[in-house]
């Protein structure tokens, strides 16, 4: 069992930045595919970005390509997800995820949350234009 908690989100004005992290417990989370996905009331939870368990292959989605970055810490049980140049449309509450399978987490895998095993509770970003 794994248990996820989100932090780092808050209120800021857009154009700033903000780091979320999100701390894993249990000692395989060195092997899992982590991912950051994000809600808006009334919307569909959407994909933000995910990492592979070695930190090797990172996708993003359209919307946040070079202006977000995800990243791990093995060591640590942490991820995080460095957010730049926020736009008014990053608000949302952001949810870090596990993906367990011990398979390649491929693009189309990323995606799809249904894949994704674990959940935190979700912390809350709001950027003000």
């Known amino acids: 069992q794994v248990q996820l908690v989100e932090s780092g989100g808050g209120l800021v004005q857009a154009g700033g930045s903000l780091r979320l992290s999100c701390a894993a417990s249990?000692?395989?989370?060195?092997?899992?595919?982590m991912g950051w996905f994000r809600q808006t009331p009334g919307k569909e939870r959407e994909f933000v970005a995910s990492?592979?368990?070695?930190?090797?292959?990172?996708y993003y989605a359209e919307s946040v390509k070079g202006r977000f970055t995800i990243s791990r810490d093995n060591a640590k049980n942490m991820v995080y997800l460095q957010m730049n140049s926020l736009k008014s449309e990053d608000t949302a509450v952001y949810f870090c995820?596990?993906?367990?399978?011990?398979?390649?987490?491929?693009?189309?895998?990323?995606?799809?949350?249904?894949?994704?095993?674990?959940w935190g509770q979700g912390t809350q970003v709001t950027v003000s234009s």
């Open positions: 249990g000692r395989t989370f060195s092997r899992y595919a």
């Open positions: 990492i592979s368990w070695r930190g090797i292959s990172t």
């Open positions: 995820a596990a993906d367990a399978a011990p398979i390649p987490h491929t693009s189309a895998r990323a995606l799809d949350e249904s894949v994704y095993d674990y």
